[in-house]
Protein backbone atom coordinates (compact mmCIF):
# COMPACT_ATOMS: atom_id res chain seq x y z
CA UNK A 1 0.00 0.00 0.00
CA UNK A 2 2.88 2.65 0.60
CA UNK A 3 4.43 1.34 -2.77
CA UNK A 4 1.12 2.59 -4.39
CA UNK A 5 0.81 5.73 -2.51
CA UNK A 6 3.88 6.84 -3.40
CA UNK A 7 3.45 5.99 -7.02
CA UNK A 8 -0.12 7.71 -7.19
CA UNK A 9 1.42 10.41 -5.68
CA UNK A 10 4.28 10.68 -7.76
CA UNK A 11 2.10 10.34 -10.96
CA UNK A 12 -0.45 13.00 -9.56
CA UNK A 13 2.60 15.52 -8.98
CA UNK A 14 3.64 14.97 -12.17
CA UNK A 15 0.46 15.25 -14.15
CA UNK A 16 -0.58 18.47 -12.34
CA UNK A 17 2.79 20.13 -13.03
CA UNK A 18 2.20 19.30 -16.61
CA UNK A 19 -1.03 19.84 -17.29
CA UNK A 20 -0.45 23.56 -16.22
CA UNK A 21 2.85 23.62 -18.00
CA UNK A 22 2.94 26.32 -21.35
CA UNK A 23 4.24 24.21 -23.03
CA UNK A 24 1.21 21.40 -22.68
CA UNK A 25 -1.35 24.00 -22.89
CA UNK A 26 0.20 25.83 -26.08
CA UNK A 27 1.06 22.17 -27.50
CA UNK A 28 -2.71 21.27 -26.98
CA UNK A 29 -3.57 25.06 -28.55
CA UNK A 30 -1.81 24.39 -31.47
CA UNK A 31 -3.62 20.91 -32.52
CA UNK A 32 -7.02 22.76 -31.84
CA UNK A 33 -6.08 25.63 -34.25
CA UNK A 34 -4.39 23.34 -36.80
CA UNK A 35 -8.29 21.34 -36.50
CA UNK A 36 -9.63 24.89 -36.58
CA UNK A 37 -7.68 25.82 -39.93
CA UNK A 38 -8.91 22.55 -41.21
CA UNK A 39 -12.79 22.78 -40.51
CA UNK A 40 -13.25 26.60 -41.43
CA UNK A 41 -10.39 26.33 -44.40
CA UNK A 42 -13.30 27.45 -46.98
CA UNK A 43 -14.01 30.68 -44.77
CA UNK A 44 -10.59 31.70 -44.14
CA UNK A 45 -9.29 30.96 -48.13
CA UNK A 46 -12.45 33.46 -48.65
CA UNK A 47 -11.51 35.45 -46.00
CA UNK A 48 -8.38 36.45 -47.87
CA UNK A 49 -10.03 35.95 -51.50
CA UNK A 50 -13.31 36.92 -51.06
CA UNK A 51 -12.73 40.56 -51.98
CA UNK A 52 -11.58 39.16 -55.82
CA UNK A 53 -14.42 39.87 -58.13
CA UNK A 54 -15.20 37.13 -60.64
CA UNK A 55 -13.37 36.63 -63.62
CA UNK A 56 -15.39 38.16 -66.82
CA UNK A 57 -14.73 35.90 -69.68
CA UNK A 58 -16.88 36.30 -72.93
CA UNK A 59 -17.78 33.14 -75.06
CA UNK A 60 -17.65 33.35 -78.93
CA UNK A 61 -19.44 30.36 -80.06
CA UNK A 62 -18.63 29.44 -83.85
CA UNK A 63 -20.24 26.58 -84.13
CA UNK A 64 -23.67 25.48 -84.67
CA UNK A 65 -23.87 23.93 -80.91
CA UNK A 66 -25.62 25.09 -77.95
CA UNK A 67 -23.34 25.12 -75.52
CA UNK A 68 -24.33 27.58 -73.26
CA UNK A 69 -25.52 25.16 -70.78
CA UNK A 70 -22.26 24.53 -69.61
CA UNK A 71 -20.75 27.45 -69.49
CA UNK A 72 -22.83 28.42 -66.27
CA UNK A 73 -21.77 31.72 -64.23
CA UNK A 74 -20.74 31.11 -60.21
CA UNK A 75 -18.96 33.22 -57.74
CA UNK A 76 -15.71 32.77 -59.55
CA UNK A 77 -16.47 32.92 -63.05
CA UNK A 78 -19.07 35.32 -64.97
CA UNK A 79 -19.37 33.85 -68.35
CA UNK A 80 -20.78 36.16 -71.62
CA UNK A 81 -22.67 34.09 -73.73
CA UNK A 82 -23.09 34.66 -77.43
CA UNK A 83 -20.72 37.63 -78.40
CA UNK A 84 -20.13 37.88 -81.96
CA UNK A 85 -17.72 41.27 -82.10
CA UNK A 86 -14.24 39.91 -81.77
CA UNK A 87 -12.70 43.29 -81.86
CA UNK A 88 -14.96 45.00 -79.76
CA UNK A 89 -14.39 42.51 -77.00
CA UNK A 90 -10.74 42.34 -77.55
CA UNK A 91 -10.50 46.41 -76.60
CA UNK A 92 -12.12 45.56 -73.83
CA UNK A 93 -9.79 42.72 -72.52
CA UNK A 94 -7.05 45.66 -73.13
CA UNK A 95 -9.06 48.38 -70.90
CA UNK A 96 -9.08 45.58 -68.11
CA UNK A 97 -13.33 45.94 -69.03
CA UNK A 98 -12.83 41.88 -69.53
CA UNK A 99 -10.60 39.26 -68.36
CA UNK A 100 -10.74 36.86 -70.87
CA UNK A 101 -12.16 35.86 -74.90
CA UNK A 102 -13.07 32.22 -75.43
CA UNK A 103 -13.33 31.57 -79.27
CA UNK A 104 -14.91 28.03 -79.60
CA UNK A 105 -14.68 26.83 -83.33
CA UNK A 106 -15.20 23.45 -85.24
CA UNK A 107 -12.06 22.22 -86.75
CA UNK A 108 -12.20 19.04 -88.46
CA UNK A 109 -15.35 18.03 -86.76
CA UNK A 110 -13.57 18.61 -83.10
CA UNK A 111 -14.09 21.13 -80.77
CA UNK A 112 -11.17 23.96 -80.82
CA UNK A 113 -10.81 26.79 -78.07
CA UNK A 114 -8.67 29.68 -78.02
CA UNK A 115 -8.32 31.96 -74.78
CA UNK A 116 -7.00 35.23 -75.48
CA UNK A 117 -5.88 37.54 -72.26
CA UNK A 118 -4.23 40.63 -71.87
CA UNK A 119 -3.32 39.42 -67.98
CA UNK A 120 -2.92 35.92 -67.44
CA UNK A 121 -5.37 33.84 -66.07
CA UNK A 122 -5.20 32.58 -62.21
CA UNK A 123 -3.94 29.26 -61.79
CA UNK A 124 -7.47 28.29 -60.30
CA UNK A 125 -9.61 29.80 -62.99
CA UNK A 126 -7.19 28.51 -66.01
CA UNK A 127 -7.82 24.82 -64.60
CA UNK A 128 -11.77 25.31 -63.79
CA UNK A 129 -12.06 26.97 -67.81
CA UNK A 130 -9.69 24.38 -69.18
CA UNK A 131 -11.87 21.53 -67.16
CA UNK A 132 -15.38 23.32 -68.85
CA UNK A 133 -13.68 23.42 -72.26
CA UNK A 134 -12.79 19.25 -72.03
CA UNK A 135 -16.27 18.84 -71.33
CA UNK A 136 -17.45 21.09 -73.93
CA UNK A 137 -15.83 19.38 -76.09
CA UNK A 138 -17.24 15.67 -75.25
CA UNK A 139 -20.70 17.16 -75.45
CA UNK A 140 -20.03 18.84 -78.81
CA UNK A 141 -18.65 15.54 -80.09
CA UNK A 142 -21.98 13.98 -78.93
CA UNK A 143 -24.03 16.70 -80.60
CA UNK A 144 -22.75 15.69 -84.11
CA UNK A 145 -23.86 12.55 -83.75
CA UNK A 146 -28.00 13.20 -84.21
CA UNK A 147 -29.12 12.38 -80.98
CA UNK A 148 -31.68 13.54 -79.55
CA UNK A 149 -31.42 15.20 -76.01
CA UNK A 150 -32.24 12.49 -73.70
CA UNK A 151 -29.99 9.95 -75.44
CA UNK A 152 -27.16 12.43 -75.47
CA UNK A 153 -27.66 13.25 -71.77
CA UNK A 154 -27.67 9.40 -71.56
CA UNK A 155 -24.24 9.55 -72.99
CA UNK A 156 -23.11 12.26 -71.16
CA UNK A 157 -24.20 11.18 -67.69
CA UNK A 158 -23.34 7.23 -67.93
CA UNK A 159 -21.72 5.63 -65.08
CA UNK A 160 -20.07 2.41 -64.48
CA UNK A 161 -21.51 0.29 -61.84
CA UNK A 162 -18.57 -1.83 -60.43
CA UNK A 163 -18.60 -4.64 -57.78
CA UNK A 164 -15.90 -6.91 -57.19
CA UNK A 165 -15.93 -11.06 -56.48
CA UNK A 166 -13.59 -13.35 -54.79
CA UNK A 167 -13.24 -16.50 -56.34
CA UNK A 168 -10.79 -17.71 -53.23
CA UNK A 169 -13.61 -19.26 -50.92
CA UNK A 170 -11.49 -19.04 -48.15
CA UNK A 171 -10.71 -15.63 -48.16
CA UNK A 172 -13.22 -13.28 -46.73
CA UNK A 173 -13.97 -11.28 -49.62
CA UNK A 174 -11.87 -7.99 -51.04
CA UNK A 175 -12.61 -4.64 -49.89
CA UNK A 176 -14.28 -2.42 -51.75
CA UNK A 177 -12.36 1.36 -53.14
CA UNK A 178 -14.55 3.00 -51.07
CA UNK A 179 -13.16 0.77 -48.15
CA UNK A 180 -9.87 1.57 -48.66
CA UNK A 181 -10.05 4.84 -49.62
CA UNK A 182 -11.56 5.60 -46.04
CA UNK A 183 -9.40 3.33 -44.37
CA UNK A 184 -6.69 5.52 -46.41
CA UNK A 185 -7.66 8.43 -44.16
CA UNK A 186 -8.04 7.24 -41.12
CA UNK A 187 -4.90 5.37 -41.07
CA UNK A 188 -3.01 8.82 -42.40
CA UNK A 189 -4.80 10.65 -39.42
CA UNK A 190 -3.75 7.83 -37.08
CA UNK A 191 -0.17 8.17 -38.39
CA UNK A 192 -0.10 11.80 -37.82
CA UNK A 193 -0.98 11.73 -34.21
CA UNK A 194 1.12 8.82 -33.64
CA UNK A 195 3.35 11.28 -34.76
CA UNK A 196 3.00 14.15 -32.90
CA UNK A 197 2.41 12.83 -30.06
CA UNK A 198 5.62 10.96 -29.48
CA UNK A 199 7.31 14.35 -30.99
CA UNK A 200 5.68 15.94 -27.72
CA UNK A 201 5.72 13.02 -25.14
CA UNK A 202 9.05 11.65 -25.40
CA UNK A 203 10.50 14.30 -25.10
CA UNK A 204 8.72 15.06 -22.17
CA UNK A 205 9.32 12.17 -20.09
CA UNK A 206 12.96 12.49 -21.23
CA UNK A 207 13.46 16.10 -20.17
CA UNK A 208 11.28 15.43 -16.83
CA UNK A 209 13.83 12.90 -15.79
CA UNK A 210 16.77 14.71 -17.28
CA UNK A 211 15.79 17.51 -15.29
CA UNK A 212 15.43 16.04 -11.53
CA UNK A 213 18.70 14.12 -12.22
CA UNK A 214 20.47 16.93 -13.66
CA UNK A 215 19.25 19.12 -10.22
CA UNK A 216 20.33 16.67 -7.92
CA UNK A 217 16.59 16.62 -6.89
CA UNK A 218 16.58 12.61 -7.82
CA UNK A 219 19.28 11.72 -5.18
CA UNK A 220 17.00 13.08 -2.67
CA UNK A 221 13.43 11.66 -4.18
CA UNK A 222 14.99 7.93 -4.25
CA UNK A 223 15.73 7.84 -0.61
CA UNK A 224 11.82 7.36 0.23
CA UNK A 225 10.70 5.95 -3.57
CA UNK A 226 12.04 3.11 -4.79
CA UNK A 227 13.53 3.60 -8.88
CA UNK A 228 11.14 0.99 -10.00
CA UNK A 229 8.48 2.82 -8.59
CA UNK A 230 9.68 6.53 -10.00
CA UNK A 231 10.17 4.97 -13.29
CA UNK A 232 6.59 3.50 -13.28
CA UNK A 233 5.17 6.85 -12.03
CA UNK A 234 6.53 9.12 -14.96
CA UNK A 235 5.57 6.73 -17.72
CA UNK A 236 1.97 6.71 -16.19
CA UNK A 237 1.93 10.26 -15.41
CA UNK A 238 3.13 11.31 -18.96
CA UNK A 239 0.59 8.11 -20.63
CA UNK A 240 -2.44 10.08 -18.74
CA UNK A 241 -1.19 13.58 -20.29
CA UNK A 242 -1.13 12.14 -23.82
CA UNK A 243 -4.48 10.39 -22.75
CA UNK A 244 -5.98 13.69 -21.88
CA UNK A 245 -4.95 15.97 -25.02
CA UNK A 246 -6.11 12.63 -26.90
CA UNK A 247 -9.69 13.41 -25.37
CA UNK A 248 -9.29 16.95 -25.33
CA UNK A 249 -8.78 17.14 -29.24
CA UNK A 250 -11.04 14.19 -29.62
CA UNK A 251 -14.22 16.75 -27.87
CA UNK A 252 -13.25 20.05 -30.11
CA UNK A 253 -13.38 17.65 -32.97
CA UNK A 254 -16.86 15.95 -32.06
CA UNK A 255 -18.08 19.82 -30.97
CA UNK A 256 -16.92 21.09 -34.88
CA UNK A 257 -18.43 18.28 -36.81
CA UNK A 258 -21.75 18.26 -34.83
CA UNK A 259 -22.33 22.11 -34.51
CA UNK A 260 -20.28 24.50 -37.52
CA UNK A 261 -21.31 23.85 -41.00
CA UNK A 262 -24.91 22.18 -40.14
CA UNK A 263 -22.93 18.96 -39.80
CA UNK A 264 -21.48 18.81 -42.36
CA UNK A 265 -18.17 17.55 -40.99
CA UNK A 266 -20.05 14.71 -38.76
CA UNK A 267 -21.50 13.46 -42.03
CA UNK A 268 -18.31 13.59 -43.95
CA UNK A 269 -16.39 11.55 -41.13
CA UNK A 270 -19.79 9.72 -40.84
CA UNK A 271 -19.59 8.51 -44.52
CA UNK A 272 -15.59 7.42 -43.74
CA UNK A 273 -16.27 5.42 -40.58
CA UNK A 274 -19.76 3.94 -42.21
CA UNK A 275 -16.75 1.91 -44.82
CA UNK A 276 -14.97 0.67 -41.87
CA UNK A 277 -15.10 -1.85 -39.84
CA UNK A 278 -15.45 -2.01 -36.24
CA UNK A 279 -12.32 -4.44 -35.79
CA UNK A 280 -10.56 -1.95 -37.82
CA UNK A 281 -11.19 1.20 -35.38
CA UNK A 282 -10.34 -1.13 -32.22
CA UNK A 283 -6.46 -2.04 -34.29
CA UNK A 284 -6.29 1.62 -35.05
CA UNK A 285 -7.44 2.56 -31.21
CA UNK A 286 -4.90 -0.47 -29.67
CA UNK A 287 -1.64 0.46 -32.13
CA UNK A 288 -1.64 4.06 -31.22
CA UNK A 289 -1.82 3.57 -27.42
CA UNK A 290 0.78 0.49 -27.80
CA UNK A 291 2.74 2.85 -29.61
CA UNK A 292 2.77 5.95 -27.70
CA UNK A 293 3.74 3.55 -24.36
CA UNK A 294 6.47 2.06 -26.28
CA UNK A 295 8.20 4.91 -26.73
CA UNK A 296 7.32 6.68 -23.07
CA UNK A 297 9.32 3.22 -22.03
CA UNK A 298 12.05 4.33 -24.24
CA UNK A 299 12.07 8.23 -23.45
CA UNK A 300 12.38 7.42 -19.55
CA UNK A 301 15.13 5.13 -20.20
CA UNK A 302 16.65 8.09 -22.21
CA UNK A 303 16.39 10.65 -19.51
CA UNK A 304 18.15 7.68 -16.77
CA UNK A 305 21.27 8.43 -19.02
CA UNK A 306 21.48 12.12 -19.46
CA UNK A 307 23.62 13.86 -16.83
CA UNK A 308 21.47 17.08 -17.52
CA UNK A 309 18.53 18.42 -19.47
CA UNK A 310 21.17 20.21 -22.30
CA UNK A 311 22.09 16.24 -23.34
CA UNK A 312 18.30 14.98 -24.21
CA UNK A 313 18.42 16.16 -27.48
CA UNK A 314 21.15 14.23 -27.99
CA UNK A 315 19.92 10.42 -26.63
CA UNK A 316 16.63 11.22 -28.24
CA UNK A 317 17.91 11.99 -31.42
CA UNK A 318 17.95 8.02 -32.82
CA UNK A 319 14.63 7.74 -31.73
CA UNK A 320 12.91 10.96 -33.43
CA UNK A 321 15.06 9.40 -36.66
CA UNK A 322 13.20 6.49 -36.52
CA UNK A 323 9.92 8.11 -36.13
CA UNK A 324 10.31 9.94 -39.14
CA UNK A 325 11.51 7.02 -41.01
CA UNK A 326 8.10 5.63 -39.94
CA UNK A 327 6.14 8.66 -40.48
CA UNK A 328 7.63 8.80 -44.55
CA UNK A 329 7.44 5.77 -44.93
CA UNK A 330 3.71 5.61 -44.22
CA UNK A 331 3.43 8.69 -46.53
CA UNK A 332 4.61 6.80 -49.25
CA UNK A 333 1.95 4.20 -48.55
CA UNK A 334 -0.65 6.95 -49.23
CA UNK A 335 0.06 6.38 -52.85
CA UNK A 336 0.64 2.88 -52.69
CA UNK A 337 -0.20 0.40 -49.31
CA UNK A 338 0.86 -2.60 -50.71
CA UNK A 339 4.68 -2.23 -51.45
CA UNK A 340 7.34 -4.27 -50.16
CA UNK A 341 8.55 -1.29 -47.49
CA UNK A 342 5.05 -1.19 -46.20
CA UNK A 343 4.91 -4.77 -45.37
CA UNK A 344 8.04 -4.91 -43.72
CA UNK A 345 8.02 -2.41 -41.61
CA UNK A 346 4.60 -2.81 -40.50
CA UNK A 347 6.25 -5.58 -38.71
CA UNK A 348 8.31 -2.99 -36.82
CA UNK A 349 7.51 -2.44 -33.38
CA UNK A 350 8.69 1.02 -33.60
CA UNK A 351 6.88 1.92 -37.09
CA UNK A 352 3.84 -0.52 -36.98
CA UNK A 353 1.88 1.72 -35.54
CA UNK A 354 2.11 3.86 -38.18
CA UNK A 355 2.01 1.34 -40.62
CA UNK A 356 -0.30 -1.39 -39.80
CA UNK A 357 -3.21 -0.06 -39.47
CA UNK A 358 -2.75 0.91 -43.15
CA UNK A 359 -2.79 -2.15 -44.27
CA UNK A 360 -5.96 -3.14 -42.41
CA UNK A 361 -7.61 -0.68 -44.10
CA UNK A 362 -6.81 0.02 -47.51
CA UNK A 363 -5.22 -3.40 -48.32
CA UNK A 364 -6.76 -6.87 -48.54
CA UNK A 365 -4.75 -8.98 -45.84
CA UNK A 366 -5.95 -11.87 -43.46
CA UNK A 367 -6.78 -11.44 -39.92
CA UNK A 368 -3.59 -13.24 -38.87
CA UNK A 369 -1.37 -10.49 -40.34
CA UNK A 370 -2.32 -7.46 -37.91
CA UNK A 371 -2.47 -10.10 -34.75
CA UNK A 372 1.60 -11.06 -35.61
CA UNK A 373 2.23 -7.47 -35.95
CA UNK A 374 0.42 -6.29 -32.99
CA UNK A 375 1.65 -9.92 -30.89
CA UNK A 376 5.50 -8.85 -31.81
CA UNK A 377 4.47 -4.97 -30.42
CA UNK A 378 3.09 -6.07 -27.04
CA UNK A 379 6.40 -8.58 -26.83
CA UNK A 380 8.79 -5.78 -27.72
CA UNK A 381 6.44 -3.33 -25.23
CA UNK A 382 6.99 -5.97 -22.64
CA UNK A 383 10.89 -7.05 -22.95
CA UNK A 384 11.72 -2.98 -23.12
CA UNK A 385 9.76 -2.59 -19.88
CA UNK A 386 11.62 -5.13 -18.41
CA UNK A 387 15.24 -4.15 -19.78
CA UNK A 388 14.40 -0.30 -19.22
CA UNK A 389 13.40 -1.38 -15.39
CA UNK A 390 16.25 -3.13 -14.79
CA UNK A 391 18.58 -0.56 -16.58
CA UNK A 392 16.93 2.69 -14.62
CA UNK A 393 17.52 1.08 -11.45
CA UNK A 394 21.32 1.32 -12.11
CA UNK A 395 21.33 4.43 -14.88
CA UNK A 396 19.43 6.68 -13.01
CA UNK A 397 21.94 7.75 -10.42
CA UNK A 398 25.29 7.42 -12.72
CA UNK A 399 26.67 10.70 -14.05
CA UNK A 400 28.62 9.89 -17.35
CA UNK A 401 29.54 11.89 -20.36
CA UNK A 402 29.65 11.15 -23.89
CA UNK A 403 27.23 9.93 -26.39
CA UNK A 404 24.44 6.79 -25.94
CA UNK A 405 26.95 3.90 -26.25
CA UNK A 406 29.44 5.83 -24.30
CA UNK A 407 26.83 6.43 -21.65
CA UNK A 408 25.68 2.81 -21.81
CA UNK A 409 29.10 1.55 -21.34
CA UNK A 410 29.75 3.44 -18.62
CA UNK A 411 26.93 2.80 -16.44
CA UNK A 412 27.56 -1.24 -16.90
CA UNK A 413 31.04 -0.65 -16.37
CA UNK A 414 30.01 0.93 -12.74
CA UNK A 415 27.20 -1.39 -11.76
CA UNK A 416 28.98 -4.41 -12.60
Not at 79 to 100: H, P, T
Not at 375 to 398: A, P
Amino acid sequence: MAILSKFNLLMKQLYKSKIKSKSFILMTCLYVVVMSVAVFWSDIKELFTGDDEAQQIAIVNETSADLSGIFVSNGDMTFIQDEKDVSALEKRVKDGKLDAIVTINDQGGQLHAEIATFTPLKLNDQSALSSLLQYAGQHFAVQQLSLSPEQAAQIMGAQTSITTKNLNEESAGGKSEEEKQSGLVVSYAVGILIYFFISTFLSMITTEIASEKGSRAMEMLLVSVKPATHFKAKIAGVLLLALTQMGIIAVVFLIYSKFVKDGMVWDAAASIIKELSVGYVIYAIVFLLLTVILYLIIGALFGSLVSKVEEAGQVLMPAMIITMIGFYVMLTGMGNPDTLIIKIFSYIPLTSGMIMPMRIGATDIGSIVPLLSLGILIVTIIVVYLFSLSFYKRSVLTYSSGGVIQKIKTVLKVTT
